[in-house]
């Protein structure tokens, strides 16, 4: 039992550690700006979705990617620029 209780706090503690030490570490310009893209990216794709499921065609909702992407993604389906 004691075993139990002991490897608990240790699980606890290194969980605490874990989150003190990433939540202080700074992203960079970079990983925020690809977080935006990915973010720009993913509302085109829920404004798609949203267009099929209204019953337009797949045309039409597809062609709403493009102008949404512009610029951030490439292809007719707008996928990520790495």
Do not use: N
């Not at 139990?4 to 290194?14: E, G, K, P, R």
């Not at 798609?48 to 990617?65: N, P, T």
């Amino acid at each position: 039992m004691k075993k139990w209780i002991l490897a608990s706090v240790f699980f606890a503690v290194s969980a605490a550690a874990y989150a003190a030490a990433t939540a202080s570490t700074p992203l960079s310009q970079e990983t925020l700006d690809d977080i935006a893209k990915h973010e720009t990216i993913a509302a085109a794709h829920t404004q798609a979705a949203k267009c099929l499921r209204e019953g337009k065609a797949d045309g039409v909702c597809e062609g709403a990617l493009l102008p949404a992407c512009k610029g951030v993604a490439i292809g007719r389906f707008c996928g990520m620029k790495h």
